[in-house]
């Protein structure tokens, strides 16, 4: 996550509003879903378009990694919603990431990054059970004009020239040139319209 993705700490305001809104642990998450989730914070980025949990969960749905069982236990991974690919799914097999994980503690009288300044949890912090079962499918008549307008153009732009995640991760500036080429240098929302 950190080396090969990006991924920091303390997380960024999408990612906690992402981790939150599925009721999911960074820890719970599979490799290859923090692939999709900074694959999406990058094309925004490079796009200029807002980062919203809601546009992430139209064109993404989280499923159980754990294929032997069919409790809820286990890892979280997301896929693309049918017809909604933007991008290819980083393919790379971490069978060794489980024992690669740490713990992180709150030193001194230092606010720990996952509580907010009055003390609420930002994200869970713990596995739950119910992790990313409990969300409803977000519908593009469910989100409001500027969101619909984020997924348009995400859509409209890569649902027929997928961006290979694996690229876009591994070399963020080359990805960003091929993107800008692909918008005709009309990066911003307002031209993109």
């Not at 950190?2 to 999911?24: C, E, K, Y």
């Not at 290859?32 to 546009?55: G, K, Y």
């Not at 990313?132 to 995400?154: C, H, Q, S, W």
């Not at 070399?171 to 307002?190: D, F, H, V």
Request: no cysteine.
């Amino acid at each position: 996550m950190f080396t090969d993705f990006g991924v920091r700490v303390p997380f960024t305001d999408f990612q906690q509003r992402l981790l939150n809104w599925a009721s999911v642990a960074p820890s719970q998450l599979h490799p290859n879903a923090w692939a999709s989730i900074r694959s999406f914070e990058l094309v925004t980025e490079f796009l200029q378009l807002p980062q919203e949990p809601e546009v992430f969960l139209f064109l993404f749905k989280f499923y159980s990694a754990n294929t032997s069982s069919r409790t809820r236990k286990g890892y979280m991974s997301v896929r693309p919603t049918k017809h909604r690919k933007i991008f290819t799914l980083y393919e790379d097999s971490f069978h060794d990431f489980k024992g690669q994980y740490f713990k992180i503690f709150a030193v001194g009288n230092h606010r720990p990054f996952w509580l907010s300044l009055e003390g609420d949890g930002l994200f869970p912090p713990y596995w739950s059970n119910q992790a990313g079962f409990d969300i409803a499918p977000v519908k593009y008549e469910g989100l409001n004009a500027d969101k619909r307008d984020t997924a348009d153009i995400l859509t409209f732009l890569f649902s027929n020239n997928n961006l290979s995640s694996k690229s876009l991760l591994n070399s963020p500036e080359e990805s960003r040139k091929a993107i800008a080429k692909m918008a005709g240098n009309n990066t911003t929302l307002a031209r993109l319209r």
